[in-house]
C-alpha cells in the first residue's frame, strides 16, 4: 500500500497470490490467555509485543497464536519461546525475546 505522506490519498495497492506448496511470512497476532500467579499477587502486566513474525503454508495461517501466561509471576517475563504455535507454524522471531511482564506495583 502506498500513500501520500500527508494528504491520506491512496496511490497504489499490490495484491498478490502465493502458491499453496510454498511457505510465506506473516504477522500474526498474540492473544492472551490464563490468569499469571502475579497478577492475583497484585503485579502489574506490562506488554511489549501484540504480534509475532511466522513461517508456515498459506492454508496453515492462524488468526492468532495464544500465549498462555498461568505460571507467569511477579518479576517474571514470559518470552517468545515460550510460546506453542499449531502445528506445521515455526515462529522467527528471536525465542529471548520478551512478549511481556509482570512487574510489582507501585507503592505511593
Known sequence: VQTHPWKRELY???FFCPSGQKPVEVVVPLKIV???VGLTKGG???QML???KVRCLPERIPDFIEADISGVDIGKNFCVGNLTPPEGVTVLDEPQKT???IVP???L
Open 105 to 107: 506495583p507501585r507503592k
Open 34 to 36: 490464563g490468569q499469571a
Open 99 to 101: 512478549i511481556l511482564t
Open 50 to 52: 501484540t504480534e509475532v
Open 44 to 46: 502489574i502486566l506490562e
Open 12 to 14: 497504489h495497492i499490490s
